[in-house]
Nanobody, 121 residues
C-alpha cells in the first residue's frame, strides 16, 4: 500500500504563501486519485483540491484562484501551492490517495499524517 508523508506547513501572515509537499512511497501519477484535505479545530474535514489520473484538477470554491495542486512524476510527489493565504485557511492539511477508475465521490483509503498551516491576520 502507498505511504504518504506531508511537509511544508508552517505559520505565515495573511496574504503570504506556502507550498505543501506529499511524498509517496510508490509511483502514483496515472494510478491513483490524489487529493488534499484540511480540517480546522471544531470543523469537519473538507476537500481542498484533487488531481485525477489524467492530470485534471478541481478545487473547493473557497480556494479557487489561490491554490494550485500539481504532481511531479519523477519525484512521486504531490504539491499544493497556496497563495494569498487567509486566516480561515488555518487547518491541518492532509494528502490522500485512492485507487479508483474515476475520481468523483471517491473514498480515500491512504492518508498522510498531516501538516499544520497557521495563517495570522
Amino acid at each position: 500500500q502507498v505511504q504518504l508523508v506531508e511537509s511544508g506547513g508552517g505559520s505565515v501572515q495573511s496574504g503570504g504563501s506556502l507550498r505543501l509537499s506529499c511524498a509517496a512511497s510508490e509511483y502514483t501519477y496515472s494510478r491513483y486519485c490524489m487529493a488534499w484535505f484540511r480540517q480546522a479545530p471544531g470543523k469537519e474535514r473538507e476537500g481542498v483540491a484533487l488531481i485525477d489520473r489524467d492530470g485534471r484538477t478541481s478545487y473547493a470554491d473557497s480556494v479557487k484562484g489561490r491554490f494550485t495542486i500539481s504532481h511531479d512524476n519523477a519525484k512521486n510527489t504531490l504539491y499544493l501551492q497556496m497563495n494569498s493565504l487567509k486566516p480561515e485557511d488555518t487547518a491541518m492539511y492532509y494528502c490522500a490517495a485512492a485507487r479508483a477508475p474515476v475520481c468523483r465521490d471517491v473514498t480515500y483509503k491512504y492518508w498522510g499524517q498531516g501538516t499544520q498551516v497557521t495563517v495570522s491576520s
